[in-house]
Every structure is written in C-alpha cells, then in structure tokens.
C-alpha cells in the first residue's frame, strides 16, 4: 500500500517542483544565468539582492534613464562657452546703447540748464504765473545741475566698464545712473522753485468795468 502511495504521490511532487529557477534566490538565478558579477555590490563587496518585482526600485531600475531631445533639424547646439560670450556680446551692446543715450540727454540739455532764469520763465508763462526773479540763484543752480549730470553720467561710464571687463553683467548700470540722475535733477529744480513761491502766485485779474 505504501508502495503504491509513493508512487501515486510522484506526480504530485513533479508538479510542484519549481522549473527554470522559480522558487531561486536572486544570486542562485544570477549564477545560472551567469550574470553573478554585473549585480551591484555594496561598501563590503557583497553583492546586493535584486528588488522584487513590481516594487518602486525595480521599476527604476527597469525604466531608461531620459534622454535629452535631439536638436530641430538646421540647428546647431551651442556649446557653454559659446553661449556666454553670446549672452556677454548681448550685455555689452546694451550697454554701450544706454550710455550713449545718457550721454545725448547730458550734451542735448545743457544749454537749456545754463540758461535756467528763461527755461523758467516760459514755463511759469505756461502756468499762468509771473516771471522768475532770482536770476543769480538760476544761473548759479543751471550750472551746477550741468556739473552734477556730467559727474553722474561720468561715475555711470567708469563703474560700466569696469564690469564689463570682468565679464559681469552691466546692462542695468546706466539705468541706475539715469534714475539717480532724475532724481538728483528734480531735487534741484525743486529747490530752485521754491525759493521764489511770489511768482508762482498768478496775478490777480483786474476788477469788471
């Protein structure tokens, strides 16, 4: 009886024996596929087990890493250094385009600032207000918001260049020098003007009939 229960259990055994490595451990499958030595190993040398499949490191380790996309047809990818002179060439040319701007604001309205008593004349006529009568103050304050905008745009060119030959970015030191340059202008003018509040005042009209 025991004879025959033996042999009528063999199939049983058969069929739950693990094929092709099932029931293996990852180094057992890595030697019969003889792929021991590519597996990972960690800080002591020992090779490290291969995550279970279907966990997040195996699907890492599965997924290829992503490639850059390749350039459009007809375009050539700029090296790095390439690409800074590129951006250094832009900065410069901005720059050199605000300072010569600034420089045309400085010469173009110098005139108009030495004679500040007639600037402000015809703009207290626009006003409606009599004329200004402090002609020493005004050609005193003319000359120096000349020397004041000259000194500005001057500081502005020296502090320019001095980045761009180190290779700094310079494009916003002449945008700062024109606002410095506004404000330092109306504080002057605004100091002018309030020296002589009499001829602000508009005349009075004269009495109906």
Do not use: C
Not at 30 to 47: I, L, M, P, S, V
Not at 131 to 150: C, K, R, Y
Request: zero cysteines.
């Amino acid at each position: 009886m025991s004879e025959q229960r033996s042999e009528g259990n063999e199939p049983d055994d058969a069929a739950r024996r693990p094929e092709f490595g099932a029931f293996a451990t990852p180094d057992e499958q890595a030697r019969r596929r003889g792929t021991a030595d590519q597996h990972e190993k960690d800080a002591g040398g020992h090779a490290r087990p291969t995550p279970p499949a279907g966990s997040k490191s195996a699907w890492r380790a599965a997924t290829p890493a992503k490639q850059p996309a390749p350039p459009l047809p007809g375009m050539v990818p700029l090296a790095p250094n390439e690409r800074s002179e590129r951006n250094r060439r832009a900065d410069r040319f901005v720059a050199y385009v605000l300072l010569a701007l600034g420089f045309l604001n400085v010469v173009s309205s110098a005139p108009a600032y030495l004679a500040l008593q007639s600037t402000l004349n015809m703009a207290y006529e626009q006003l409606g207000a009599g004329p200004f009568d402090n002609p020493e103050l005004a050609s005193a304050m003319g000359v120096a918001i000349v020397i004041v905008q000259a000194v500005i745009w001057v500081a502005t060119f020296a502090l320019t260049l001095t980045r761009i030959r180190a290779g700094r970015l310079a494009w916003w030191v002449p945008v700062v020098g024109a606002f410095v340059a506004f404000i330092a202008l109306a504080v002057m003018l605004t100091v002018v003007m309030a020296t002589d509040v009499p001829s602000m005042t508009p005349a009075p009209s004269p009495p109906a009939g």
